[in-house]
């Protein structure tokens, strides 16, 4: 009922262009400025118990009787354990294997390199009596669904491995200790997002940093600016509380401006001012950044914010006005090394950022297929990389059950409330190579909708499938009337019986009137395997391969920008050749362990000449 409930505001939402849709999907809490908050950071060690037949969920039929398998009781079971008697347990949580958090379990232990299906975390934390204040808890990114238990009782749930969720611990907590349970299943299924199968690894855990998070009563929950297109600023606060209404914000942009505003019934305030003389422009030749503070109701918050405006005109993408043209690369996230585990700290991030922008010479970067760490957008903001960020909807996904619908809108917004003040986002992806087909181009158009009102300030894209005909190529999809610019996959010159005269014979039909980028092509090369001829797998024909796309692109007139599959090899267990893969997708123009092969020579200086 609640899932029909919410799929009938969203009809009616899209119908009047009503923001209630948009504040709809805004999740409980945010939590703006988490990282400078007081609290603790709960990285570290943790403990863990593998439950792959979930009867830590289940308490089947009173079986398992006193639930002597549910993890996330509050119970000291060495003490019970110790004063002997007839209860028993069939887990220890405080005497279970170490793991690091954030990290996914994959590679934290040989036997953890396969598993998918549920294991329960545990940390214990100490924290003063509030006196008054709020508790939070603040998770990053959990891998895929979260059941979250606080001194024995459930305090919430989440669903979606790549975006935050923040739940109140308020009265769960006690001063003196805290048993904090997690239970995180990494299995996917027909209904999640992403489906359970993808060209990627499916790293299960806790990935992404977790924070005990304190605040006063009332509090600033968001706090949003932006430049506008018309050249002003504006921006929005919405605090939480028994005394958010009628609160006098008060927002400094630097030392250039100051604003202030009053917040609604809602504890919202809206503002808006005229740029400051001598505001420079963000960009990714000079990516400024001004510290913005919020203040409101004793509460204050900052962010490094840069300002902006993204637009396209005719065939054009203009940044700031003028005309800009994509030197991207596509990146997953995986940090260099020969045992990857999604671990993105700031070092490992910066290290792929870096070989991108300096490295390569790009300009931008498709954050595929999934929202990346907060840690690298905040750093493409700060070395001035323009980004594409997208969530997993991605080949085939359930088009017609409106739950996933509701899922994907959530998901989506969670990614663009989290990353709204970043000025290096200038693209929200609505799919990945999804089949056209009637249900599939509604399920997205939904989408297209849904980031138009959460954000009108960015530009909406999705990558798709191209129609090739002979030598002819064309777009042959009706959500192209959905999106600003238009981007396709190719791999002609790689899969089936394809050979490199192929590419150049091919001969593209796109509207000359909207700006198109290539959103991939790719081939794979084994970093090392060489002088065999031109044989698939080869750096040479990898190179090769990349002379003769860049070649076929020169040819595009509407052309706007590119980001080649991919920057560096990633683990993928579709991809089992024995020789050249052994589980990793070989497209990377770097090798996993940051060694870069031909073809990344053949980009950097392909993007030296634009
Ligand atoms: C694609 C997918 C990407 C794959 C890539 C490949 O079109 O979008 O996720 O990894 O092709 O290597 O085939």
Known sequence: MKTLLAAFWIFIGALAGLPAVADELRP????????????????????YSKDLYRTGLTDINGWVAKSRMQRYRDLDVAAIEARGGVDFFEFHLDRGPIINVPGAWNAAAPELRYYDGLIWFQRKFNAQALGGKRAFLRFEAVNYRAWVYLNGKEIGRHEGG???????????????????????????????????????DLYGGITRPVRFITTPTTFIDDAMVQLRPDGRIAGEVRLQGPHAANQVVSVAIGALA????????????????????????????????????????????????????????GNQILLNGKPIWLR???????????????????????????????????????????PHSETTVRLADEMGLLVWSEIPVYWTVDWDNPAVLRKALAMQAETIYRDRNRASVIMWSV???????????????????????????RLVSAALLVKQDGDALAIDDPLVGKLDVLAVNIYAGWYGSDTLDAVAKLKWKVPADRPLILSEFGADALAGYRNDGMKKFTEEYQAEYYRQTLAMADAIPTLRGMSPWILKDFRS????HPVFQNGWNRKGIVSELGVRKQAFGVLADYYRGK
């Open 328 to 370: 991207g690369i596509s990146l997953h996230e995986e940090e260099f090394g020969p045992n990857p585990a999604r671990n993105m700290t700031e070092t490992a991030s910066r290290a792929l950022l870096h070989e991108i922008k300096h490295g390569l010479g790009a300009n931008y970067v498709r954050l595929s297929h999934y």
């Open 573 to 576: 267990p579709r991809r089992e």
């Open 28 to 47: 409980a809490f945010l939590l703006t400025g988490a990282q400078q908050r007081d609290g603790q950071d709960l990285s570290g060690q943790w403990t």
């Open 431 to 457: 799919g990945n190579e999804t089949p056209v087909s009637p249900s599939r181009t509604r399920f997205h158009s939904a989408m297209a909708d849904n980031v138009r009102q959460l954000d009108p300030s």
């Open 162 to 200: 790549f975006t935050p969720f923040v739940l109140e611990v308020t009265e769960a907590l006690r001063s003196g200790q805290n048993r904090l349970v997690v239970g995180v299943d990494s299995s996917h299924d027909a209904q999640s997002i992403p489906t359970s199968i993808t060209d990627w």
């Open 258 to 313: 100051t604003a202030r505003a009053t917040t609604d019934a809602h504890g919202r305030a809206r503002f808006e001012l005229a740029a400051p003389r001598g505001l420079e422009r963000w960009s990714p030749e000079k990516p400024t950044l001004y510290e913005v503070r919020f203040a409101a109701a004793g509460d204050a918050v900052r962010d490094r914010v840069g300002f902006r405006t993204i637009a396209v005109k």
